[in-house]
């Protein structure tokens, strides 16, 4: 949820409590001052949450991190489980950071929301060989997460030949080979299932954590959130103009590069 927007209507209706009213000395004197106070908090966190280039910053940082950390995951899963995840890299490269043949893909949301979901890679590595052609498949983490069944019919030659347990086999002219579980028995959604266990733990949680992100976000607030002089100062009335400068020039000063 975006809070921006609910923040600056509260802190507007401030406003005139800042101003000098009619009351007695005392209690207008605090009641400015509180008001002063709220706004100029309220006022620090509606400009931070509404600034775009703090929201895809924060994005940024935060899903890259995830990315990281799920890759590596599936990798780590691929070498201990090859026969089930090898499909989502090149052939004979499972767990290998640089095969990879999927990619998580971010969708941003309102304020500092985002979801995420995953996309498959084209293959670009020699599949097979047959005489002196060779194949890419193209789509093959695709086709076999799905457990596609699979036609294979000769395209630059009047037959098929392959090797199957150590024999050459000559198909007859023309004729084609249905592979009905490409990849093997234990490859259909095993990727989904490994994305699935990742973002239902506690590892996703680890990942935004180790971003850093959160230890900045706190450090610059409580900076940022720090009053100013003026208001700790009691007066009968405040400008609220003056502290919206005093805000933003705050934020400017706590998170720099980030806003």
Avoid: C
Avoid at 7 to 27: D, E, T, Y
Avoid at 47 to 55: D, E, S, Y
Avoid at 79 to 97: F, M, N, Q, T
């Amino acid at each position: 949820m975006d809070y921006s927007t609910p923040l600056i209507q509260a802190s507007s209706g401030l406003r005139p409590l800042m101003i000098k009213s009619k009351s007695g000395i005392l209690k207008e004197s605090l009641v400015a001052q509180i008001s002063a106070y709220v706004y100029y908090n309220t006022q620090v966190i509606s400009k931070l949450t509404a600034n775009i280039a703090f929201r895809n910053k924060f994005k940024e940082v935060i899903f890259n991190q995830i990315q990281k950390d799920f890759a590596d995951y599936v990798d780590a899963q691929a070498r201990i489980k090859p026969k089930s995840l090898h499909h989502v890299y090149e052939w004979d490269k499972a767990g290998d950071p640089a095969s990879r043949l999927f990619k998580l893909n971010k969708f941003n949301t309102e304020g500092l929301g985002f979801s995420m979901t995953y996309e498959f890679l084209p293959s670009k590595s020699f599949a097979s060989s047959e005489g002196n052609r060779r194949h890419v498949f193209v789509n093959k983490a695709s086709v076999m997460e799905a457990g596609m069944p699979l036609k294979i019919a000769p395209r630059h030659s009047k037959r098929l030949v392959f090797e199957t347990n150590g024999y050459t086999v000559f198909m007859p002219e023309g004729a084609s080979v249905m592979v009905r579980r490409p990849g093997g028995a234990g490859v259909k959604n095993s990727f989904m299932m490994t994305y699935s266990k990742f973002f239902k733990s506690n590892l996703v949680n680890i990942s935004i954590k180790k971003s850093g992100f959160q230890q900045l976000f706190n450090r610059s607030m409580t900076r940022a959130l720090k009053v100013p002089s003026d208001i700790k100062t009691v007066k009968y009335s405040f400008n609220p103009n003056t502290i919206s400068i005093q805000a933003d020039a705050a934020l400017t000063a706590a998170f720099g590069a980030a806003l």
